[in-house]
């Protein structure tokens, strides 16, 4: 499987990456097993994030968004 360029977030040194499968949300190294805290793009860039281009496995909401689901 290919890596895709897809949108994170950084702030004060913590990468956000995006949910595997929920569009426009946004989680932190840990997710899923210490915390489970979500956060959408809006709210990144509202706390100071810096928003950046990286090589990330597809993401599943990315083929329903092309298919207009």
Do not use: T
Not at 23 to 38: A, I, L, S, T
């Amino acid at each position: 499987m290919d890596l895709q360029m897809l949108p994170c977030y950084s702030l004060h040194g913590v990468l956000y990456v995006p949910h595997y499968n929920r569009h426009d949300k946004y989680v932190r190294p840990g997710y899923g097993r210490y915390h489970f805290e979500e956060y959408s793009s809006i709210a990144l860039l509202g706390l100071g994030a810096k928003k950046l281009l990286q090589p990330l496995w597809h993401r599943s909401w990315i083929k329903e968004n092309l298919n207009g689901k």
